[in-house]
């Protein structure tokens, strides 16, 4: 061949690269996400997944008024990382493969998607929002978004509640009464009790090298075993680690924290009084806890603290505890939602105003106007994900909180400044 044909030939290829170079760079990547969305106190899409197969079904629970068909179809988004500017592939579930069935709480749905397509580490992002919902803000009634570890791609079943639903969340109350349902033939599940210190979340200034280390292990209270099929009920509150499976084999861990009286709600005076401790002394705990009637006591403190206005302090009463609610049903991992790192700032900052997830797994909360000077701060949690909680995060704490966390928790103490202000205790803004 002569040369001549050979440069040609070579100088058509690079500008066909060229040419597809260019195509690529002017293609629309997706906008950014901003996940503060999802940590609104409000009805949400709940998911939940089990492998069948060569297949992973998916199991969602649209919170009424649900609205599928007609521009609000079931769409998937398969993205490598929480960071990726453009996604692996983008899909949407037919109306014919999603069985819907209507239920009191809202729309329960199910749908397979192959295996292939969902290699360990993908972020599933599922929506049911209208094409032109504003993209970067995530509707936690509309989205859902799930990292599918390798422990979520293998686990072969799902937790279900007495009458054969999907559960959808990672605790129950004790007492309660639910299952395991297996693809494929029914398996023995055999169960453990740990003992687990519920300890609470130290301030975000706390030096890491003073906190107190965790065990290394977790001593076990007790086990059980059951037969396939049969239902499940713990009477006694605690972190439970379930095994579904032969006797003979060692199957992944599934852990469930069974909580006390109508968890996430708050009941009793000793769940009203203690998460007052990101507020208050062991002092002033303590004094509460003596009193006659301690229900009783814990409203007198609030209403001490709006100075007799009754209904400022029911309106703190309530901010307050429906922020300690809003953590246990989004934060529950080992202990109870409130407990956490996330759920420390959670109560006492607030919904996160933005919250970006990086690729690495972290999560940086943004106060635009928390810090003393009314200006910016941003709180970072990192993931430490265990057997018994695969979704827990660790604030990265540091000295420089030590004036706004004090600022913030005054806020609350001192009316009339408590309902107004930077670190106000308010609600996200609706978007």
């Given at each position: 061949?002569?040369?001549?044909?050979?440069?040609?030939?070579?100088?058509?290829?690079?500008?066909?690269?060229?040419?597809?170079?260019?195509?690529?760079?002017?293609?629309?990547?997706?906008?950014?996400?901003?996940?503060?969305?999802?940590?609104?106190?409000?009805?949400?899409?709940?998911?939940?997944?089990?492998?069948?197969?060569?297949?992973?079904?998916?199991?969602?629970?649209?919170?009424?008024?649900?609205?599928?068909?007609p521009g609000h179809a079931l769409r998937l988004t398969a993205w490598p990382s929480y960071e990726a500017r453009a996604p692996l592939w983008q899909d949407s579930v037919p109306r014919r493969q999603q069985h819907p069935i209507p239920f009191p709480d809202g729309v329960r749905l199910s749908f397979c998607?192959?295996?292939?397509?969902?290699?360990?580490?993908?972020?599933?992002?599922?929506?049911?929002?209208?094409?032109?919902?504003?993209?970067?803000?995530?509707?936690?009634?509309?989205?859902?978004?799930?990292?599918?570890?390798?422990?979520?791609?293998?686990?072969?079943?799902?937790?279900?509640?007495?009458?054969?639903?999907?559960?959808?969340?990672?605790?129950?109350?004790?007492?309660?009464?639910?299952?395991?349902?297996?693809?494929?033939?029914?398996?023995?599940?055999?169960?453990?009790?740990?003992?687990?210190?519920?300890?609470?979340?130290?301030?975000?200034?706390?030096?890491?090298?003073?906190?107190?280390?965790?065990?290394?292990?977790?001593?076990?209270?007790?086990?059980?075993?059951?037969?396939?099929?049969?239902?499940?009920?713990?009477?006694?509150?605690?972190?439970?680690?379930?095994?579904?499976?032969?006797?003979?084999?060692?199957?992944?861990?599934?852990?469930?924290?069974?909580?006390?009286?109508?968890?996430?709600?708050?009941?009793?005076?000793?769940?009203?009084?203690?998460?007052?401790?990101?507020?208050?002394?062991?002092?002033?705990?303590?004094?509460?806890?003596?009193?006659?009637?301690?229900?009783?006591?814990?409203?007198?403190?609030?209403?001490?603290?709006?100075?007799?206005?009754?209904?400022?302090?029911?309106?703190?009463?309530?901010?307050?505890?429906?922020?300690?609610?809003?953590?246990?049903?989004?934060?529950?991992?080992?202990?109870?939602?409130?407990?956490?790192?996330?759920?420390?700032?959670?109560?006492?900052?607030?919904?996160?105003?933005?919250?970006?997830?990086?690729?690495?797994?972290?999560?940086?909360?943004?106060?635009?106007?928390?810090?003393t000077d009314g200006g910016p701060i941003t709180y970072s949690f990192r993931p430490r994900p265990s057997t018994f909680a695969p979704d827990y995060y660790e604030l990265v704490r540091r000295p420089e909180y030590e004036l706004p966390w004090y600022a913030a928790v005054e806020k609350w103490r001192t009316?009339?400044?408590?309902?107004?202000?930077?670190?106000?205790?308010?609600?996200?803004?609706?978007?």
């Amino acid at each position: 061949m002569p040369l001549k044909r050979i440069s040609g030939l070579c100088l058509l290829g690079l500008l066909l690269w060229a040419t597809l170079a260019a195509t690529v760079a002017r293609r629309p990547q997706a906008p950014r996400p901003d996940f503060a969305g999802l940590y609104r106190d409000v009805a949400r899409l709940d998911v939940d997944t089990r492998r069948e197969g060569d297949s992973l079904r998916v199991y969602l629970r649209l919170p009424p008024p649900a609205r599928l068909g007609p521009g609000h179809a079931l769409r998937l988004t398969a993205w490598p990382s929480y960071e990726a500017r453009a996604p692996l592939w983008q899909d949407s579930v037919p109306r014919r493969q999603q069985h819907p069935i209507p239920f009191p709480d809202g729309v329960r749905l199910s749908f397979c998607v192959a295996a292939s397509r969902l290699p360990a580490g993908t972020v599933l992002q599922i929506s049911t929002a209208p094409p032109d919902a504003k993209e970067d803000y995530q509707e936690p009634t509309t989205t859902a978004w799930l990292r599918l570890t390798e422990a979520v791609l293998a686990r072969p079943f799902v937790l279900v509640d007495s009458v054969g639903q999907p559960l959808l969340r990672r605790y129950v109350q004790a007492g309660e009464t639910f299952g395991v349902d297996c693809f494929g033939l029914y398996q023995p599940v055999r169960s453990k009790r740990y003992a687990v210190t519920p300890t609470p979340a130290l301030p975000p200034m706390t030096n890491p090298a003073a906190m107190p280390a965790g065990p290394r292990t977790l001593p076990v209270l007790d086990s059980a075993a059951f037969r396939p099929g049969q239902p499940l009920r713990f009477a006694e509150p605690g972190l439970y680690a379930l095994r579904v499976g032969p006797l003979n084999t060692k199957p992944p861990v599934l852990a469930v924290l069974v909580a006390p009286n109508l968890y996430p709600e708050l009941t009793t005076a000793a769940e009203l009084i203690e998460p007052l401790r990101y507020l208050t002394t062991s002092q002033e705990r303590q004094k509460l806890t003596d009193a006659p009637n301690p229900k009783r006591a814990v409203d007198k403190f609030w209403l001490d603290i709006a100075k007799g206005d009754q209904q400022l302090g029911k309106d703190l009463i309530r901010r307050y505890y429906n922020r300690v609610m809003a953590a246990n049903e989004l934060f529950a991992a080992h202990k109870a939602g409130w407990l956490t790192d996330r759920g420390l700032l959670y109560v006492v900052l607030g919904p996160p105003p933005s919250v970006r997830r990086l690729s690495d797994g972290e999560e940086r909360w943004y106060y635009p106007d928390g810090n003393t000077d009314g200006g910016p701060i941003t709180y970072s949690f990192r993931p430490r994900p265990s057997t018994f909680a695969p979704d827990y995060y660790e604030l990265v704490r540091r000295p420089e909180y030590e004036l706004p966390w004090y600022a913030a928790v005054e806020k609350w103490r001192t009316p009339p400044t408590a309902l107004t202000g930077p670190n106000a205790p308010n609600a996200l803004p609706a978007r």
